[in-house]
T-cell receptor, first 111, second 112 residues
């Protein structure tokens, strides 16, 4: 069964304190790995797609990386406005049009 | 650019009442469409998805149903709501081929 596990469940950082969120996955064949940001009461906002091991994507203070078993979302010098829940999802090979989501990491950045 | 709409934004319904949530997408043709539910403290649960008009795949057996009467319209329905149907309902679209999904603003449903 395809599975996505995110850790930690919650993370508190001070402004400027860099850290990483983890997304480990078990799938029969990876078609793509996706990162989303979700603010309270809103729909998830698409951030990145990673397709193959070794690939990296960056956007402002966020950098996503991918290995054969996990992905990391690195947050450099975070600001309070980076506070949100970050979701990871995988698409699997075999023609499925579904994504499997993790439960997310709730990030709080204190000023 | 593409836009996805959901309405209503919030809904409070008594147990046993019917439900109809609507989702429309603008700016694209023949998208894949998805309905998810997000309960407090839990992840996103895929309820239904559609790869074309009239084509619905159900992921969770329950008292909900979905329909796609037009290319860019996706409707989630129930004949009789249960307390356990409360949650945050999200509609999403994608271009298919395993690509990313884009989410709407969501509907907060409270069943009392």
């Amino acid at each position: 069964e395809d599975q996505v596990t995110q850790s930690p469940e919650a993370l508190r950082l001070q402004e400027g304190e860099s850290s990483s969120l983890n997304c480990s996955y078990t799938v029969s064949g990876l078609r793509g790995l996706f990162w989303y940001r979700q603010d309270p009461g809103k729909g998830p906002e698409f951030l990145f797609t990673l397709y193959s091991a070794g690939e990296e994507k960056e956007k402002e203070r966020l950098k996503a990386t991918l290995t054969k078993k996990e992905s990391f979302l690195h947050i450099t010098a975070p600001k309070p406005e980076d506070s949100a829940t970050y979701l990871c999802a995988v698409g699997t090979q075999g023609g499925s049009e579904k994504l499997v989501f993790g439960k997310g990491t709730k990030l709080t950045v204190n000023p | 650019s593409q836009t996805i709409h959901q309405w209503p934004a919030t809904l409070v319904q008594p147990v046993g009442s019917p439900l109809s949530l609507e989702c429309t997408v603008e700016g694209t043709s023949n998208p894949n469409l998805y309905w998810y539910r997000q309960a407090a403290g839990r992840g996103l649960q895929l309820l239904f998805y559609s790869v074309g008009i009239g084509q619905i795949s159900s992921e969770v057996p329950q008292n909900l149903s979905a329909s796609r009467p037009q290319d860019r319209q996706f409707i989630l329905s129930s004949k009789k709501l249960l307390l356990s149907d409360s949650g945050f309902y999200l509609c999403a679209w994608s271009l298919g081929g395993g690509r990313e999904q884009y989410f709407g603003p969501g509907t907060r449903l409270t069943v009392t």
